[in-house]
T-cell receptor, first 116, second 112 residues
Framework: EPEVTQTPSHQVTQMGQEVILRCVPISNHLYFYWYRQILGQKVEFLVSFYNNEISEKSEIFDDQFSVERPDGSNFTLKIRSTKLEDSAMYFC??????????????FGNGTRLTVT | KQEVTQIPAALSVPEGENLVLNCSFTDSAIYNLQWFRQDPGKGLTSLLLIQSSQREQTSGRLNASLDKSSGRSTLYIAASQPGDSATYLCAVVYFGNEKLTFGTGTRLTIIP
């Protein structure tokens, strides 16, 4: 069964450094998302992306965050200057074209980001 | 505020029993509700998606129901197995946005 893949599985970085989290969504999906889960807390929406532009973003997704689809297969989340509170599990998700609101989201296994 | 709540936070049941997990949401204006399973250190696996016009969905031993008027959904697991042990998350897409709003989950342990 096709799956969403994320790399790396674990990233450790120092405060103030830039990180790029990478995702390969399912190949025929056109809607892409980033969510995060701080340890012990709820999964939170960060951003949705469609047709090469952000379609919705949360308050968490400030100027320090950006997303990009640099080619036909990758979808990346960049954090420009990491803070301690950015430490979390970051999940990429994708869904099929068409009725994105009614399509199940398929999640990757996540990247655990630790900011020291 | 549009929220999703899951109670209890943790549940342990002996193998073979049927069980029900609960989810409640604060606003009945939803597009759909989705149940996920999360294993420790892993991603989320979609189990069932119920559109707002539907009352229930079934997949194997799983049955999810939706009652929009009362703001509730249940996930019924029949004949539980140790492999069902995981955290089960409920998530809702409210009208006006396309994001999933998640509950905090119920950590289920099936005792062999």
């Amino acid at each position: 069964e096709p799956e969403v893949t994320q790399t790396p599985s674990h990233q450790v970085t120092q405060m103030g450094q830039e990180v790029i989290l990478r995702c390969v969504p399912i190949s025929n999906h056109l809607y892409f998302y980033w969510y995060r889960q701080i340890l012990g807390q709820k999964v939170e929406f960060l951003v949705s992306f469609y047709n090469n532009e952000i379609s919705e973003k949360s308050e968490i997704f400030d100027d320090q965050f950006s997303v990009e689809r640099p080619d036909g297969s990758n979808f990346t989340l960049k954090i420009r200057s990491t803070k301690l509170e950015d430490s979390a599990m970051y999940f990429c998700a994708s869904s099929e074209a068409g009725d994105r609101i009614g399509s199940p989201l398929h999640f990757g296994n996540g990247t655990r980001l630790t900011v020291t | 505020k549009q929220e999703v709540t899951q109670i209890p936070a943790a549940l342990s049941v002996p193998e073979g029993e049927n069980l029900v997990l609960n989810c409640s949401f604060t606003d009945s204006a939803i597009y759909n509700l989705q149940w996920f399973r999360q294993d420790p250190g892993k991603g989320l696996t979609s189990l069932l998606l119920i559109q707002s016009s539907q009352r229930e969905q079934t997949s194997g031993r799983l049955n999810a129901s939706l009652d929009k008027s009362s703001g509730r959904s249940t996930l019924y697991i029949a004949a539980s197995q140790p492999g069902d042990s995981a955290t089960y998350l409920c998530a809702v897409v409210y009208f006006g946005n396309e994001k999933l709003t998640f509950g905090t989950g119920t950590r289920l342990t099936i005792i062999p």
